[in-house]
């Protein structure tokens, strides 16, 4: 597609309910990232995906936190038992190589809120 | 560890002035350096991305420059208009794995 297309736009989510989002990168691009961003905050890396191997996980807050994308262009966040921390836009952007010269294109975001 | 610092966190200015917005970075080894806007409830879009190996680039009224020994950058914006309000970030690249964003300065042009 023309751009990195997220879905839902907005989730909300009761305290303990299981979440999806899905990022869906421009066609082709090889990286794929996911951040969090809080209100009033920078984007916070979670973590990056080239093709279909995730590379760094670093940034994932817990391991009820998943991620995955399995044939290298859809990808799916994942957070179990939701809390409400877990509150904020999930941004994911995808770039076309892996190399350095490259810049990110982001999605729009996923918007969560636990309540 | 790398760290990206905006400064200042807010700016008001009246339409039609010159403004410089600031960033700096702990780690001077970077891949490249990337200038973000945000509208409210939006995703980010790209301005400006300049590499490890330039000092600037130009778009239309916005200029941003690269100083890699010093760690610093600037976004200069030329004659404002209050469709520039925004958040606008600051984002480096100091792995292939992931960028580091500031915390972002918002900006608000009076018309």
């Known amino acids: 597609g023309a751009g990195v297309s997220q879905s839902p736009r907005y989730k909300v989510a009761k305290r303990g309910q299981d979440v999806a989002l899905r990022c869906d990168p421009i066609?082709?691009?090889?990286?794929l990232f996911w951040y969090q961003q809080a209100l009033g905050q920078g984007p916070e890396f979670l973590t990056y995906?080239?093709?279909?191997?995730?590379?760094?996980k670093s940034g994932l807050p817990s391991d009820r936190f998943f991620a995955e994308r399995p044939e290298g262009s859809v990808s799916t966040l994942k957070i179990q038992r939701t809390q409400q921390e877990d509150s904020a836009v999930y941004l994911c952007a995808s770039s076309l190589e892996a190399g350095d010269w490259y810049g990110y294109t982001f999605g729009s975001g996923t918007r969560l809120t636990v309540v | 560890k790398q760290e990206v610092t905006q400064i200042p966190a807010a700016l008001s200015v009246p339409e039609g002035e010159n403004l410089v917005l600031n960033c700096s970075f702990t780690?001077?080894?970077?891949?490249?350096l990337q200038w973000f806007r945000q509208d409210p409830g939006k995703g980010l879009t790209s301005l400006l991305l300049i590499q490890s190996s330039q000092r600037e680039q130009t778009s239309g009224r916005l200029n941003a420059s690269l100083d890699k020994s010093s760690g610093r950058s600037t976004l200069y914006i030329a004659a404002s208009q209050p469709g520039d309000s925004a958040t606008y970030l600051c984002?480096?690249?100091?792995?292939?794995?992931?960028?580091?964003f500031g915390s972002g300065t918002r900006l608000s042009i009076r018309p």
């Open positions: 995906f080239q093709n279909e191997a995730q590379l760094d």
């Open positions: 066609s082709g691009h090889v990286s």
């Open positions: 780690d001077s080894a970077i891949y490249n």
């Open positions: 984002a480096v690249r100091s792995s292939a794995s992931k960028i580091i």
